[in-house]
């Protein structure tokens, strides 16, 4: 590891970071919304992909691999959450969380855009440290074909999920009822599970070489967001009141996959 190189590495990314997050706050500011900043939260983690496969001096392969990975990922992520932003309100997270804490700009700063940039940062820590990492050996290549199928089982659930979810509101005649079909039958969450396989995904090719295993804080931390912080948990709180969502909640898994139960055999 060469931590001259790393050091750069993450003093670019933190700036890249800062000034994307400032930019989209300029944005948020003129179209007087501030749910804009979750279109930028894929490509932010492209960035920085971009930024440590170019000034890395670790394994070339593993370091075009992560490149290739994360800007699929996120630049998918970031055009859909474009379409599914644009034309509408803001997002009642950020209103309830502006309500609580003030509205002032430099509130809404602070709570919103740089508590992004920052989590953008400690979460793609597993990509930095990568690109400036040794060869890939023995074990590792290993893990580097399970980091790589996992990233597509993530892939997998979270495009779907997107688009089955975008169908199914489109349909007028299913507005107010409970999206229940595809893999929504079988996980209330298939687009957080996603992330979640994706990142636990890129860990693992992180982690063919020393010192990547080190960043796994990154994954249990991004795991813990999708899962009990602004993810999964928020999201069931604000639908809990929505006709239908308790019958929802008792047939479908909470997070993980697994077949939807039939009326009647909840427990």
Known sequence: MNW???TTIWLCTALALLVLQALTFAVARRLGRYNVVDVIWGAGFALVALIAAGLGDGSLNR???????VTLWGLRLSYYMLRRTAGHGEDPRYADLLSRHGDSPVSAFTRIF????????VISLPLQVSAAAGPTRGPGRAA?????????????????????????KSDPANRGRIMDRGLWSWTRHPNYFGDFCVWWGLWLVAAAAWPGVLTVFAPVIMSYLLIRGTGARLLEHTMADRPGYREYQRRTAPFFPRPPRRAGHDH
């Not at 370091?63 to 990975?69: D, E, F």
């Not at 990233?151 to 169908?167: C, I, K, P, S, Y």
């Open 4 to 6: 001259a190189v790393e």
């Open 63 to 69: 370091r075009i691999l992560l490149l290739v990975l």
């Open 114 to 121: 740089l508590t992004q940039a920052v989590a953008q940062w």
């Open 144 to 168: 580097v074909v399970a980091g790589v199928l996992l990233w597509g089982v993530g892939v997998f659930f979270e495009a779907l999920g997107d688009r089955q979810l975008a169908r199914f």
